[in-house]
């Protein structure tokens, strides 16, 4: 691995600076010596196949893995032997691939659950004006929700934390284009607005849309960056290390 | 807005200012008709089916929000019987004071117990409680001040606040109606509080909750040791009551009844255990006469609650009416 600072379009702060990562479910080895950062306003991704680390990686950044190593700087602070509860209160919000919407809770209940950590969050009216559906849906059950409208609840409640700094795992997934599209414009929206986002992909033509950088991850490692806007040229590389 | 679901904890779909209303009079009509009660069924009966039912509230609230399963409750409803009993008949202390020393002892041995437990999960949590209760089980029947296997007999009645004379049975019965109504409204405010939430969130998905930024341990001990100061609540009335603190209050039989009263009136609801309370304690009274049967239709009771009915009585209507709408 060469250095790791890219040449990057932000002049930013580093926002999460990942170095030599190595993690471990039990006995298995599953990441391998990950490193990657991400300035303050990047939208940056991770892509890569299967199994790859990709998740891995972000549950390791919220300390959800029993064991892991190497650093983990955010803002400055180093956590790798942070418990996992500190971590999300230092500001970082994790979506998680499987949106984990608590479904004995309705909408509103589930979006004013989590603790305010930081000033400058969303007020809840302000969440609704920025995604109605869920406005209309506030007294309906968790678990009656849509898939688009979970990951519209799961990204959403994390926004009235006040966290700036956003791991989203696939919030694509399974989801109908037009829902894609819909995720895609609210990603666009919090970029303008300031968050920073490391994203987890496997559609790259989803994150083309949305980030700054991809990172191109395989066996638990960093094998590859691609900056966006080199990415029309790398295609063919791309499809090399996704399998399309 | 207001919070408004009422019955279930598991779905109840929307619900609207109508919804909270009418659960609203729900609860002014069963509140009448327990004033009315002592006119119909004998005042003891009642006393017994509400410092029981108070004790499964305090354990559902643990189980049922926290998904948490303590199988040694009986260590804070019995242990909050023995203190009661001995500071009112051997200290001469006055009942108000009594049963507040009772609670006291059940919350502080919470907090002791729940340090210890809250740390395992599943199986290993309640076997830990499990072990627990029995170490206390123990201690009672060693220590001299609780008459082991006599226990503390003639507990006087005395007058609560020196005033309310509670050698009538139908006064009793309203002191201690008053007191379930207080631990039920504690409970159903607790449950719709933020901190309810929160617990909820955690039975469901602990994971998520840490990775939102709670520190789960600290609601989880929180659930505990409210739980214990609550089931020591009714332990501690139920002395007043009956006068008498025995070795029964803290086996292991008695945790295991309080598991088996709500699961048969509705895990996680706001009444079921109450309801859960009543069936088997009107199935000990009323089927006295079977002697040792009682046991055997509990068990068929529990066997069939368990694979027809899962979510108890109230589970169950919940669901039905739900299904209605």
Not at chain 2, 298 to 324: D, P
């Amino acid at each position: 691995m060469p250095d790791i600072v890219d040449r990057s379009v932000h002049d930013g702060r580093l926002a999460l600076k990942v170095v030599d990562l190595n993690a471990w479910y039990g006995e298995s080895h599953v990441l391998h010596g990950m490193s990657f950062d991400i300035r303050e306003g990047e939208v940056v991704t991770l892509l890569g196949r299967n199994g790859a680390g990709k998740s891995t990686t972000m549950r390791s950044i919220m300390g959800m893995l029993p064991t892991r190593k190497g650093s983990i700087i955010f803002n400055g602070k180093e956590m790798i032997s942070m418990p996992s509860h500190h971590i999300a209160r230092e500001g970082i919000g994790y979506v998680p691939e499987e949106r984990g919407i608590f479904s004995s809770l309705n909408v509103q209940e589930n979006l004013e659950l989590p603790p305010v950590l930081k000033k400058g969050g969303l007020s809840t009216q302000e969440v609704y004006v920025l995604f109605p559906a869920l406005l209309e849906r506030r007294n309906s059950q968790g678990t009656k929700l849509s898939g688009g409208e979970q990951q519209m609840l799961a990204i959403a409640r994390i926004l009235r934390t006040g966290v700036k700094f956003l791991l989203l795992d696939e919030p694509t997934e399974g989801l109908a284009p037009v829902i894609v599209q819909q995720i895609g414009g609210i990603i666009h929206t919090l970029k303008e607005r300031g968050y920073t986002i490391l994203l987890v992909e496997q559609n790259f033509r989803f994150a083309s849309t949305v980030a700054d950088r991809h990172y191109v991850v395989e066996d638990g490692k960093i094998v590859d960056r691609i900056m966006n806007a080199d990415i029309a040229s790398s295609t063919e590389k791309l499809r090399g290390y996704l399998g399309v | 807005m207001k919070r408004t679901d009422i019955n279930t904890a598991g779905g109840s779909p929307a619900q609207g200012p109508g919804r909270f209303n009418s659960s609203t009079i729900l609860y002014l009509v069963l509140l009448a008709l327990a004033l009315v009660a002592p006119a119909v069924l004998y005042p003891i009966f009642l006393v017994k089916v509400l410092c029981v039912a108070l004790f499964a509230l305090a354990f559902n609230l643990l189980i049922g929000y926290g998904g948490l399963l303590s199988f040694g409750h009986a260590m804070f409803f019995g242990g909050a019987s023995y203190i009661t009993g001995h500071a009112m008949l051997v200290w001469g202390w006055p009942t108000e004071l009594g049963i507040l020393v009772g609670v006291v002892f059940s919350t502080l041995l919470g907090v002791v117990a729940g340090l210890i437990a809250i740390r395992r999960q599943g199986i290993y949590f309640a076997m830990v409680t499990l072990a627990l209760a029995q170490m206390v089980y123990f201690i009672f029947l060693q220590m001299p001040f609780t008459g082991g296997e006599d226990g503390i007999q003639n507990v006087p009645r005395r007058a609560v606040f020196g005033f309310i004379d509670i050698a009538n049975d139908t006064t009793l019965y309203y002191v201690v109606l008053t007191i379930f109504v207080f631990g039920f409204l504690f409970i159903y405010r607790t449950i719709h509080s933020p901190f309810g939430q929160v617990l909820k969130a955690i039975r469901e998905n602990e994971d998520r909750a840490t990775s939102l930024g709670y520190h789960t341990t600290r609601f989880k001990l929180l659930a505990f040791v409210l739980s214990a100061g609550l089931a020591g609540l009714a332990g501690a009335t139920k002395v007043v009551v009956f006068q008498i603190a025995t070795l029964t209050d803290v086996t292991w039989q008695m945790s295991g009844e309080v598991v088996l009263m709500t699961l048969v009136g509705g895990l996680g609801t706001v009444f079921g255990p109450v309801v859960g309370a009543a069936i088997i304690i009107t199935m000990q009274d009323y089927l006295a006469t079977f002697g040792e049967w009682v046991l055997v239709i509990q068990g068929v009771t529990f066997v069939i609650m368990v694979s027809l009915f899962r979510r108890g009585v109230v589970g169950e209507i919940a669901a039905l009416i739900n299904r209605v709408r």
